[in-house]
C-alpha cells in the first residue's frame, strides 16, 4: 500500500502559486529601507532597469528596431548532409525565386572566411572549390545544418523559401560520419590536443606523477570503476541569433548584434571585410538571453549580414528562426567520463583518474578553455590528493559546442560528485557523511589539483547550516521510513555542495573600461563593456555608480554596450560581468567625485575630506548642497564632468601548458538539498522541495541575485533530468530542434518549496563592494536534484545496488536504471 502525498504537491500550478507566494520572506524590505535611507546604493534589492519595459513589451530587442527603407532579409542554405564532399552547387532555382536580390557564398566574403573565437577552423560559410571554369567542384560539409551559402531577399519570407532548395541546390557524396565523442575518441580525432594535469603529493613529475597516483589507486582499501553519460543542452534563449548590418558612408559598417562579446564580433567581421576595426561599430543594447550562447556563436551571423549589407550597399537583417538556430549552433558539450577511484572505510576518496571526452563538433570554438574549466572543477569542493586527469575534445560531424552557464565547470563537478554518491552506497553510508569527509580543509588538505590554494573555504559552515535549516537528518529518516511502506512511489534526499571558481580561465580576459558622463543637469550616463542578457548587469552598475556618487537611483542610466565607447572588451561571460564592469565605472565614478569634491569644499566653507556624497547631497556637518547644483557650478567652473575608468582583476596566473597557476581571484560556494518523489511504475518524478543556499558575498542587489539563483537551479536541473539530445543515428541530423521535441523545465516545474537564500558573508578579495558573482555557480545547485532522483530509483533496490543512471535523467533513463536496479538486488 502505497502512503498518500499532499495531493497539493502533485498539482499543475500549485507549485508556481507557492512558490510565489513563498519568494517575498527571503528578502528583509525593512533593513533595506534602512540602509537605502542612510544612503546606501549598493546591497539594496531594485527592480531590473529594464522590468518596466520587459513586462510592458516596450523593450526593444534586435528585431523590435524600426528598419531602415531598403532592408533585405538573409536566411541560410544548410548542409543536408552530416559529413560529405561537395561536387557542385547549382543556385539557379534558389535566384529564381522572386523576391530574391542575392545569393552569396564563400566566395563573395571579401576578407578571411573564419569566424573562429580562438583556433582559426571554422569557415563562416562552407569552403569551396571552384574549377577552372569558376563552377564550384568541391569543398567540405562537416555537420547537417552547416550554412553553405547566404540568400538576401527583400522579404524574411522569400528569402526563408529559397534558402529552403538547399538540398536540392547544394550536390554532394555523403562520406561517413562520426557522431558520437566516444566513437572519435576511439579513433584518436579531436580539435585540440589532448589534456592532462596530475597532481601526487609523491614528489614527481610528468609520466612519473601519473604512475605515482596509479599506485595509490592500487594501494586504496576499496575501488571504484566506472563510466558515466552526461548530456549536453541548449541554450534556448528567447530572442534567437539575431545580426542587422547597416552600411555606413567610407566602407564603415554598423552592427546590431544580439551578442555577448561585441568586441569579438567587431574582430571577426573586420576580418571578413578586410577592414580595420575602428570601421566596424557593433551596438547590442539587450539581448533575449545569451547563457553563453552569444559568446562566440553570434559571429557567423555578424559576418553574413555584414558582408551582405558590405556587398549591397543596403541594411540586412539576419534572424534566424529556432529551427534553424538548433541545427546551425552549438551548445552545452556533452560529456562522458571513464573514472577509477581508490577511497577508504570513511569514503575518504585517496586516489582518482579521470578520462573526460566531450562533445567539441566539427570545430574548436570554445572546448580547449570549457575544458580546462571541466579540468579545475572536478574536484568541486573536495580535497583530491591524488588525482590524474585527462580531458579529449572530440571532434564530430556535429553543431560545434561551446560556452554554456557553468562552461565546463558543471561537467567536471558532476564526476566527483557522483562518485560521492556511489562511495557512501557502497559503504552503507549518508552521502552527506561521505561527502564532508572530503571536503577541503580550512588550512591544510587545501591545495587544488592546478597549485591553487583555497583560501577563502566556507562550504562548512554553509552545509552545515542548511542541513539544520532543511531538516536534512530529520528528513532522510522520515524518508527512510515512508518509502519502507510505499513500493510504487519512492522519495529521494540529496545535499550537494558547490565550490566554483571567478575568473576567466584566459587572464588577459579578466579586464574591462567604462565611461561616466555627468551632464550638467546633474543627470548621469553609464556606459562599460558588459552586455545585459537580462542578469541585471546593468542594475547593478548603475547602483555602483549612484553608491559612488552618492546620488539617486535615478540619476542613473546605463546604455546599450558599443565599442566605439568602450574599445576592446571581454565576453560578458564567466560570471565576471559586475566584477569587471562595476569596478571599472567604480573608478570613473570616482575620479569625477574626487574632480567635484575641492569645488563643493570650497563652497561649503569645509575640507574635502570632510564631503559626504549620500542621498543626492553633498553634505559636511550641518552645511549642505544638492548634487545639481554642485553639478551645475562645476560645469560653469570649467571642471570635466566625465570620466574613463578601468579595472583588471590582481593576482592572477596561469600556465596554459602545465594547468598549474592561480586561474581563480575566488570561489563562490553554495549547496542545495532536494526532494523529490518517483513514480517506479513510470519513471514520472517531482521536484518536492528544494532549500538553497548560496554565497554571494555581500550582495550587490539581493532580489536580483536570488533571481539569478532560481533562474540558474531550474536552469540546471532542466539540463540534468528533462532535456534532452537525439541524432539520428546514422543522418546525423539533430531530431530535437524545435520546443516540440526538446522539453525545457516551465515556471510550474518550480518546486511548491523553493527556498533560496544568501548566505551570510563577504569576499575575503576587494572585489566590488566585495560581493561575488552569482550568474553560473548556482547552475551546479541541482546536482541536488539528480542525486535525489538516484536516490529514489536506489531505494527501490533497498539501496543495494548502484543505479546506472545517466543524464538526462528522463523518465526513460529512469526506468532502465530502475530495471537495472530491481534486477540486481533481486
Ligand atoms: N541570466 C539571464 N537572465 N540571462 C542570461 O543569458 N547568462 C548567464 C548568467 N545569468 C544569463 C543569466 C551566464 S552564462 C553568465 S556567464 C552570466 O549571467 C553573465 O553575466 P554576469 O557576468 O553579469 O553575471
Ligand atoms: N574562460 C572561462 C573563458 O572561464 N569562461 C569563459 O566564459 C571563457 N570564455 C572564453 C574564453 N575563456
Ligand atoms: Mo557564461 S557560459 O560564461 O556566458
New binding site residues.
Partial sequence: MNKPLDPALLQPGQAFADWQANRASRIDPAAEATAQDAGRRVGVSRPHESAHLHVAGAAPYIDDLPELAGTLHAALGLSPVAHGRVTGLDLAAVRAVPGVVAVLTAADIPGVNDCGSIVHDEPILAELVTGPDGAVCGGELRYLGQPVFAVIARSREAARRAAALAKQAIRCEPLPPVLSPREAHARGQYVLPPMHLTRTQAPADGEAALAAVRAALAAAPHRLTTALEVGGQEQF?LEGQISYAIPREDRGIQLHCST?HPTEMQHLVAHALGLASHRVQVECRR?G????GKESQSAPFACIAAVAAAKLQRPVKLRLDRDDDFLITGRRHCFSYDIDVGYDDEGRVLASEVSMISRAGHSADLSAPVMTRALCHYDNAYWLPEVAMHGYCAKTNTQSNT?????GGPQGAIAIENVMDSIARRLGKDPLEVRRVNFYGRTERNVTPYTQVVSDNVIHGLVDELAASSGYAARRAEIAAWNADSPVLKRGLALTPVKFGISFNVKHFNQAGALVHVYADGSILVNHG?TE?????NT?VAQVVAHELGVDFGRVRVTATDTQKVANTSA????????LNGKAAQDAARQIRERLAPLAAARLGVEPSALVFANDRVQAGTASMGFAELVAAAYVERIQLWSDGFYATPGLSWNRETLRGRPFYYFAYGAACSEVVVDTLTGEWKLLRADVLHDVGRSLNPAVDIG?VE??FIQGMGWLTMEELVWHPTTGKLMTHAPSTYKIPTANDCPPVFDVRLFQGENVEDSIHRSK????PPLLLPFSVFFAIRDAVSAAGGHRVDPPLSAPATSEAILRALTAVQAGAA
Avoid: C, I, N
Fill in positions: 534563449y555577448q539581448m538571453g545569451g547563457f553563453g560556452a554554456f552557464r557553468g562552461f558588459g542578457m537580462g542578469q541585471g548587469l547593478k560578458t561571460a564567466a560570471s565576471t560581468g559586475s566584477d539569478q533562474g540558474a558573482a552569482v550568474g553560473e
